[in-house]
C-alpha cells in the first residue's frame, strides 16, 4: 500500500529554519506531483508548495522566498525547506500526491487539496516568538 511519512517537524525561533522530509513507499511517487500543505488550529488546511513531475515548483505567497520544496526521484522523496518562519507558520504540514497526471498541470490544481489522494499523517511544526 503506497504511504507517506513525514518527519522534521519540532519547534523552532522565530527566524529559525527546519527541514521537513517525506519519505514514500509502497511505490514509486516520481511520476506524480507532490504537495505540502499545512492546517493551523482553527484553520482550513491551506496549499504551501508543490513540485511537479518535470520539476516546476509552486509556492503560497505566504512563503515565497522563504520555503523551498525539491524531491529526489532515486530515494522517493520530497523535501520542504523552511527558512525565515514565523510564528504565522506554526501547523501541521502534510505532504501529499496526485493521481498520475498529464506532464504539465496548471498551478491551480496543484493548489487545490481535493486534487491530492495519497497524504502523509502530518508532522507539527511550532514557531515561537
Do not use: H
Not at 522530509?21 to 491551506?46: I, L, V
Not at 505566504?62 to 520542504?80: E, W, Y
Amino acid at each position: 500500500q503506497a504511504q507517506l511519512v513525514e518527519s522534521g517537524g519540532g519547534l523552532v525561533q522565530a527566524g529559525g529554519s527546519l527541514r521537513l522530509s517525506c519519505a514514500a513507499s509502497g511505490r514509486t511517487f516520481s511520476d506524480r506531483n507532490m504537495g505540502w500543505f499545512r492546517q493551523a488550529p482553527g484553520k482550513e488546511r491551506e496549499f504551501v508548495a508543490a513540485i511537479t513531475r518535470p520539476g516546476d515548483t509552486y509556492y503560497a505567497d505566504s512563503v515565497k522566498g522563504r520555503f523551498a520544496i525539491s524531491r529526489d526521484k532515486d530515494k522517493n522523496t520530497v523535501s520542504l525547506r523552511m527558512d525565515s518562519l514565523k510564528s504565522d507558520d506554526t501547523a501541521v504540514y502534510y505532504c501529499a500526491a496526485t493521481p498520475r497526471t498529464a506532464y504539465y498541470v496548471s498551478s491551480s490544481y496543484l493548489a487545490t487539496q481535493e486534487s491530492y489522494v495519497t497524504w502523509g499523517q502530518g508532522t507539527q511544526v511550532t514557531v515561537s516568538s
